[in-house]
């Protein structure tokens, strides 16, 4: 069973920064692709980066830009979304996804409140 | 980037009737290698989104035959027949043919 658990969420002052994780199980991870979409409160979704099975190739919506690293650690079967210099446009359940396109696989999602 | 709009923004249905909900890009989401990327999914409440259908026709894996895609270029429909209570939901669209990728607003399934 595919399994994508989140971490790492919670509130931060804007300007700092926050890492969250993803641990993936049930399927060979450094086959595919991922990738993390978020989700304002009561609002819909936005794509926000994806990176390729080994890591080689990243993508990024503009408004995050040179502020938030997608990596992987495929020993460890882990996704990662280094934010920094956040905002408070960047509160969001940060949700993440298997495989660039279609995401098929999502997980339960972790919420990053961003206030002071 | 492509803006995804889709139509209704919500609708009542009773159980066993059939809807259909569209999704129109403002650009052509025909990619370079003739595959058209256009993707649904189901929110339902208080869950993470799931994945319905892929490339435009294709039901992943496990989804009812009751769920059904159609359309190609900037038009685009998603059928559900014989709803049932679990099909209540937010259902959204989405585009991967270009970067960034993009999803409509939403259309919220409620019961009549």
């Known amino acids: 069973e595919v399994q994508l658990v989140e971490s790492g969420g919670g509130l931060v002052q804007p300007g700092r920064s926050m890492k969250l994780s993803c641990a993936a199980s049930?399927?060979?991870?450094?086959?595919?692709?991922m990738a993390w979409v978020r989700q304002a409160p009561t609002k819909g979704l936005e794509w926000v980066a994806t990176?390729?099975?080994?890591?080689?190739?990243?993508y990024y919506r503009d408004s995050v830009k040179g502020r938030f690293t997608i990596s992987r650690d495929n020993a460890k079967s882990t996704l990662y979304l280094q934010m920094n210099s956040l905002r408070s446009e960047d509160t969001a359940t940060y949700y993440c996804?298997?495989?660039?396109?279609?995401?098929?696989?999502w997980g339960q999602g972790v919420m990053v409140t961003v206030s002071s | 980037d492509v803006v995804m709009t889709q139509t209704p923004v919500s609708m009542s249905v009773s159980l066993g009737g059939q809807v259909s909900i569209s999704c129109r890009s403002s650009q052509s989401l025909v990619h370079n290698n003739g595959n058209t990327y256009l993707s649904w999914y189901i929110q339902k409440p208080s869950q993470s989104p799931q994945l319905l259908i892929y490339k435009v026709s294709n039901r992943f894996s496990g989804i009812s035959d009751r769920f059904s895609g159609s359309g190609s270029g900037t038009d685009f429909t998603l059928k559900i027949s014989r709803v049932e209570p679990d099909d209540l939901g937010v259902y959204y669209c989405g585009q991967g043919t270009q970067y960034p990728y993009t999803f409509g607003a939403g259309t919220k399934l409620e019961l009549k």
């Open positions: 049930g399927f060979t991870f450094s086959n595919y692709g």
């Open positions: 996804t298997r495989r660039r396109e279609p995401p098929d696989y």
């Open positions: 990176i390729s099975y080994d890591g080689s190739s990243t």
